[in-house]
């Protein structure tokens, strides 16, 4: 059942593995953001630029603080998280160094999905995650729309649909949003949550777009 589903995942992320998860918005492939090897294996099954970030993927907001260094309220990243949002923050030490070298920021991403959260928390450290589709196709909804990639997963972990297959609306992903500079906020990735992220950052906590 579920709990055997979380442990066999876990385990396969922690022999280095890539694992396909389901998420609040896209199927993703996640591994330990902290093993080196399995990060360059991420971007080698996506074909994946370099100079593309991953984002890291947490169970719980507490864990955010380890990872990140934060310039926002508490409160804001609990309005926010869980939920289909990558917020942009200054990166800590403690995160690999392999991990996006060539930038001092980390997207963080919280799904509002059961399964995710208790797989984060199965593990030691953060997991990068990524949609699981080779760069530059659409964005998956179904574990079959990525079966080409399966040969080179660990794992693959079948939710069902997520969302409606039908609605483009649904391929977005999440709002990518950074809060890296106190006081503003800058939105990397429109995604599926715009409007509602924006109306908390402006109305709630008044920060301030900055012009892009």
Known sequence: GWGDAVAAAAAALQAGGLVAVPTDTVYGVACLAQDSAAVRSIYSLKG???????????????????????????ELLRDLLPGPVTLVLERSEELNKDLNPFTSLVGVRIPDHPFMRDLARACPGPLALTSANIS???????????????PQLSLVIDGGPIGDIQSPECRLGSTVVDLSVSGKFSIIRPGCALTPTVEILKKKYGLIPESS
């Open 136 to 150: 530059s196709q659409g964005s998956t909804l179904t574990v079959l729309e990525f079966q080409d990639l399966w």
């Open 48 to 74: 994946r630029n370099g100079a593309k970030p991953l984002a890291i993927c947490l169970g719980d907001v507490e864990r955010l603080y380890r990872y990140c260094h934060v310039n926002v309220p508490d």
